[in-house]
């Protein structure tokens, strides 16, 4: 890694009722996340607890991410998907 190219990361870790249903609704909000600013997400569920997803992404633009992350539109889109648990995420700074 090199402290030359860093870069603005978002993680989230939240719980969900179903991780099929929920992952269908995280993929069709692909472009809402990229015109965000928030691209390159990897998510990652609990082995013990498929449930319990974790999601790390780049993030272009910290201001459009927390706008994105504040919206109406973002907190119906995870009630329909099925999120249950609260929404925690963070915003970050890491080296590449």
């Not at 719980?15 to 015109?35: C, F, H, L, Q």
């Not at 539109?73 to 080296?95: H, N, T, Y």
Request: hydrophobic share 35%.
């Amino acid at each position: 890694m090199s402290a030359q190219h860093p870069t603005e990361n978002l993680t989230i870790h939240h719980k969900v009722k179903d991780d099929p249903t929920w992952r269908k609704g995280y993929d069709e909000r692909e472009t809402s996340r990229v015109a965000a600013g928030i691209a390159n997400g990897k998510v990652f569920r609990g082995a013990e607890d498929l449930n319990d997803v974790r999601i790390l992404q780049d993030v272009a633009d910290m201001g459009r991410a927390r706008a994105w992350l504040t919206g109406e539109d973002l907190k119906a889109a995870m009630q329909k998907a099925g999120v249950v648990g609260p929404k925690l995420s963070r915003l970050g700074l890491s080296s590449r």
